[in-house]
Structure formats: C-alpha cells, structure tokens
C-alpha cells in the first residue's frame, strides 16, 4: 500500500496568462490523486454560497481544512489542506514575523496506510531571517513528534545552502532537490515535502504538464510513500 502527498502553490488561481481560472485548478489537483495536499496562495470566501475551498473539496470528496493567514472582508487568504485520510487532531501554529506578511502552518494527525502520521503544512516568508526564525519554530514541533512525519509546502527557500535546508536535511535526510519555479521552466526547489523516516519516501517529483505549466506560477510535488517492507524499488532517490 501506498500513500501519496502533494504540495501545490496554486498564486491564487491565477495562471501564467493572467487568468483566474479555480477549474483549472481542480483540474490540477484532481490529476494529482493525493491523499493529502497543501495548498497555498488560495482565496476563499466563507461567507457566501460558493465557498472555493469547500467546492474544491466537495468536488473532489476530500476534508477541506482551511489556514488563513490573512482575513479579509472579501474573502479570506492563505494555506489549506485537502485530505482523504482521517483526521485526529488539528493545530494552527503561528508563523508570523513583525512587520511582515503573515504567515502559519497547519499541523495534523491523520490515520494513513504508513501508520498514524504527523503532518505540517506551511509556506514560509519571504526574507532570510523570517525564514529562519520559522524553521526554527517548526524543527521544535516535529523534534517532538514520533515518526512518521511530514513537513510540506512552499519553504521559499531559494538557496540550496541557506541554513534553513541544511537544518532540515540534519532532521529528515537527504530528499532531491525539485525545481518547481519558475512553473515554465523550473529553476528553484522552492516547494518541498520532506518525510522521516526517509525509507518512506518511494519517489518524488514535479508535475509537470502543459496544463500544469500554465495554472500557477509553481508546479506541484508530489510524493509517493510506502512502507520499507514495500519500498524495494524506491532506488535513485
């Protein structure tokens, strides 16, 4: 048995020719056949009849769990995660950084073919030291979180060597490097999703089809995980 996660930046539903588009984006995530998404850079509006997050969900029979970070009049602004598993215990930890953008995570614990699974999805700052300081915060949580655990999203980390990726593969190992941005030709492994144990992880990669590459600015990850016992031919990782 296997499970499958995925990490999607969807810019708001905006693609590359300036169109919002919400169905192409359920096109996209329909096509990824996850378990377990996080979303980032959706909007959504929980006081009218056509609730985006919601219609994704119910169009796809997943649980929509909602992460705003900025909350709006119009319309609400932020992460979400879309799952088929069953979910235990939901956490909203805050993420934000004086005189920046706000930012958060969403932490939960689902039932999963890998056994109960600790997952936290986010999408960091901007600015190097915002980052770091955010890292930090979240390598506390999963120090304390018994394995299997996931930490997926849109880290904004543009650097290979910057000190927050370094930290993370002391925590999780080494999991590849996937461009995923620029979403027309992918230069920047911004969209992560890291796994402990690593023998979890049977294959990761970015999707990316020509619908893919015109919905949004990123291109989605996607992961398959799978049991060691079930993981002979995870090799090339």
């Not at 900025?70 to 069953?86: E, V």
């Not at 190097?128 to 390598?139: A, C, I, V």
């Not at 996931?150 to 590849?176: M, V």
Request: glycine share 6%; net charge positive.
């Amino acid at each position: 048995m296997s499970l499958v996660v995925a990490t999607y930046n969807v810019h708001d539903c905006i693609g590359r020719d300036g169109r919002y588009d919400p169905e192409r984006v359920l096109t996209i995530i329909r096509e990824l056949d996850a378990d377990l998404i996080a979303l980032q850079e959706l909007q959504w509006e929980p006081e009218v009849a056509l609730d985006l997050l919601q219609h994704f969900a119910s169009r796809l029979q997943y649980r929509a769990i909602p992460g705003p970070t900025l909350l709006r009049r119009n319309g609400h602004y932020g992460n979400a995660i879309l799952t088929r598993l069953p979910v235990r215990n939901i956490r909203r930890i805050d993420l934000s950084f004086p005189h920046r953008e706000p930012r958060a995570a969403i932490d939960l614990s689902v039932e999963s073919s890998c056994g109960p699974l600790r997952a936290i999805g986010t999408h960091l700052g901007l600015f190097p030291g915002e980052r770091r300081k955010q890292m930090t915060r979240l390598l506390s949580i999963l120090a304390n979180a018994h394995p299997p655990a996931l930490l997926f999203g849109d880290l904004n980390e543009w650097f290979l060597w910057g000190r927050p990726l370094r930290w993370l593969r002391n925590h999780f190992g080494h999991i590849p490097d996937i461009a995923t941005y620029p979403s027309i030709r992918p230069l920047f492994a911004l969209d992560r999703i890291w796994v402990k144990p690593r023998e979890l992880l049977a294959n990761i990669a970015a999707y990316s089809t020509p619908l893919a590459r015109e919905t949004s600015d990123h291109l989605p990850l996607r992961a398959v995980l799978k049991r060691p016992d079930s993981n002979s031919n995870s090799s090339g990782l």
